[in-house]
């Protein structure tokens, strides 16, 4: 017959687990601590984010809401412009220090016209230059602009020596579902979001505050 715990051994046993989580937290803690005292470079980082699933723009304009918390100037290109303003544009448009600029000329999936697009593109690169060259403006969103190296409107070299020679301080996030193995290798954090699951396939529609 197995013998029941006593109290005594119960909290015997309760002891020498809580000194196994504490020893296995300041393990963990001595590893954070060291990569935190290995990380000593200051300057501002390069974010690529890219992949099917929702919310590449949404987690950019979050870190952009960071930057101007602490009073950053910022500055937004968006690449594609659809056929309706979106909550970002509405709201983030008349903040005193982002810039917003929408380019494009209303894209849509069903009506695609190349050589008009590529003008577009090439403007907004051109807009994105003199950003990616200002001193003044700490975070710069380039929203959605892997599709411009996608259909092939923009060089992406270009893009990478922009990026390079940008002010040591700024920092600027991509937006956009695929992007150049070129890109990908340049920047400083790459993250990709998957799509497990999304409320249009099962026949809900596209909402204000959700989708624009």
């Known amino acids: 017959m197995t013998e ?4 005594q051994n119960s909290k015997e046993q309760e002891a020498q687990q809580a000194e196994k989580n504490e020893a296995r937290l300041l393990k963990k803690k001595a590893v954070v601590d060291e990569r935190i005292a290995a990380a000593t470079q200051e300057r501002g980082v ?18 952009m809401a960071r930057a101007l918390g602490h009073g950053q100037k910022s500055a937004v290109i968006q690449f594609i ?16 220090l982002v810039d917003f ?3 494009g000329h209303g894209f849509t999936w069903e009506t695609r016209n190349p050589a008009l697009e590529k003008e577009a593109a090439e403007q907004a690169w051109a807009l994105a230059k003199t950003v990616l060259s200002d001193a003044s403006v700490h975070f710069v969103l380039l929203d959605e602009i892997t599709y411009m ?3 092939g409107y923009l060089n992406e070299a270009d893009l990478i020596a922009a990026l390079a020679a940008r002010p040591e301080h700024q920092n600027v996030m991509m937006t956009g579902r695929t992007a150049p193995r070129a890109l ?5 954090t790459h993250s990709k979001i998957a799509n497990e699951r999304h409320a249009f396939a099962n026949g809900v529609k596209a909402q204000v505050g959700i989708e624009w």
Do not use: C, W
């Open 149 to 151: 190296y996608k259909y």
């Open 46 to 63: 390069t974010i690529l984010l890219t992949g099917n699933g929702k919310g590449k723009s949404s987690s950019a304009f979050g870190t």
């Open 101 to 103: 600029h929408v380019m």
């Open 184 to 188: 990908l290798d340049s920047v400083d």
């Open 4 to 7: 029941l715990p006593t109290e």
């Open 81 to 96: 412009k659809g056929r309706k303003a979106t909550g970002e544009q509405l709201f983030f448009g008349s903040h005193p």
